[in-house]
């Protein structure tokens, strides 16, 4: 079992920056597979990024490549979503998630299972 609990959402200017983290319980962190997904009102929920156990292999969005990195330090059970030149469409609830298949990039919302539970991300225009 994997509980995954988010933090550093908020309101931000449109062109600023935000750094998401997200904590693991659990010993076998390091084995999982990690995702951000994000859910704006209205709108179905969505990968944003994602980043294989080994840290090797990472996949972002078309919309937000180039503006958005995801890292992750398995010695303290975290991964990370650094947001930069943040516009208002980014504006969304945002999701850590974990899959036990690590190996590879998980793209598809299903094949995770574990999530946290959620948090706000604002971007003002």
């Known amino acids: 079992q994997v509980q995954l609990v988010e933090s550093g959402g908020g309101l931000v200017q449109a062109g600023g920056s935000l750094r998401l983290s997200c904590a693991a319980s659990g010993r076998t962190f390091s084995s999982y597979g990690m995702g951000w997904f994000r859910q704006a009102p209205g709108k179905e929920r969505e990968l944003v990024a994602a980043?294989?156990?080994?840290?090797?292999?990472?996949y972002y969005a078309y919309s937000v490549k180039g503006r958005f990195t995801i890292s992750r330090d398995n010695a303290k059970n975290k991964v990370y979503l650094q947001m930069n030149s943040l516009k208002p469409e980014d504006t969304a609830d945002y999701y850590c998630?974990?899959?036990?298949?690590?190996?590879?990039?998980?793209?598809?919302?299903?094949?995770?299972?574990?999530w946290g539970q959620g948090i706000q991300v604002t971007v003002s225009s």
């Open positions: 980043i294989s156990s080994s840290d090797s292999n990472t």
């Open positions: 998630a974990a899959t036990t298949e690590g190996s590879t990039i998980v793209t598809m919302e299903g094949d995770y299972e574990y």
